[in-house]
């Protein structure tokens, strides 16, 4: 009975820890920005979907939902801060939406099978981050008014950028099944 409890508390611990590394990893990815036309890109939708792959739907939902809590509890976590603020106040502003797209893309990237070939992959990644854009979109129309043109602001700027990161991760796909075999949480 002593070796179970071990192994769940063994089990919990691998958890967290994974979840804080993930969770610094999607701090890194908001506060690095790369020159890209026409806007400069982070690579915060890439890793949501890159921990997806290599968490699952559980893990890396728990993982994204911590960054979140993180940033909402004030820890200059996401892109942007603190130069334009922190906390709840920063997380209720302009973003939001997008930032709950997050918590469905990486549940839905956790949740597919990436083993049908490379049009099907390229698909569900597709999939998976238009929910970034669709909550970021509807957020973004309900907090600045939907006369405005909401998707040449808050999508258009982006698409490029996205597609080289959906490109870019579905060739490290098959190594990050791989890496996912790895850190198998059993």
């Not at 970021?136 to 043109?149: E, H, N, Q, S």
Request: charged residues 10%; hydrophobic residues 55%.
């Amino acid at each position: 009975m002593e070796a179970i409890k071990n192994i769940q508390i063994n089990k919990i611990a691998k958890i967290i820890l994974i979840a804080i590394l993930g969770t610094l990893l999607l701090t890194i990815s908001a506060k690095i920005k790369i020159p890209f036309y026409p806007v400069p890109m982070t690579m915060q939708t890439f890793i949501v979907l890159f921990l997806g792959i290599i968490l699952g739907s559980k893990i890396g939902l728990l993982t994204v939902s911590l960054y979140l809590f993180e940033g909402i509890f004030g820890l200059p976590v996401f892109a942007g801060t603190p130069e334009k603020g922190i906390g709840i106040i920063y997380f209720t502003g302009p973003t939001m939406g997008y930032l709950i797209g997050f918590l469905v893309a990486v549940y839905l990237s956790g949740l597919f099978k990436f083993n049908k070939g490379i049009i099907n992959t390229f698909l569900k990644l597709i999939f998976s981050v238009s929910f970034i854009y669709i909550f970021g979109l509807i957020w973004l129309g309900l907090l600045i008014g939907w006369d405005k043109p909401i998707f040449k602001l808050g999508a258009q700027p982006f698409l490029l950028a996205e597609l080289f990161k959906i490109l870019l991760l579905l060739f490290l796909t098959p190594t990050l099944l791989k890496v996912k075999k790895l850190i198998k949480i059993t």
